[in-house]
């Protein structure tokens, strides 16, 4: 076998894992945004309905069906 084209393979391995990891680390980023703005949508809804439901508590309360 040939030392240097193992050297050359081993070293494109190492070049595609590093890049594999540099690509899941910006994905895991990307999520960790993501969630951070959808606990802060969440806590926002949360408050806007809260406030709405003091503003008019007598509506939700019942759920009238007719057949």
Avoid: R
């Avoid at 070293?11 to 990891?21: D, H, L, N, P």
């Avoid at 690509?23 to 969440?42: D, F, H, R, S």
Wanted: proline share 1%; glycine share 8%.
């Amino acid at each position: 076998m040939d030392i240097s084209l193992i050297s050359m393979v081993l070293s494109q391995g190492k070049v595609q894992q590093e890049a594999s990891m540099s690509v899941m680390k910006m994905a895991i980023g990307n999520v960790e945004q993501q969630g951070g703005a959808i606990q802060e949508l969440m806590s926002t809804s949360d408050a806007t309905t809260a406030t709405y439901h003091a503003s008019q508590p007598h509506l939700g309360g019942s759920i009238v069906l007719k057949v």
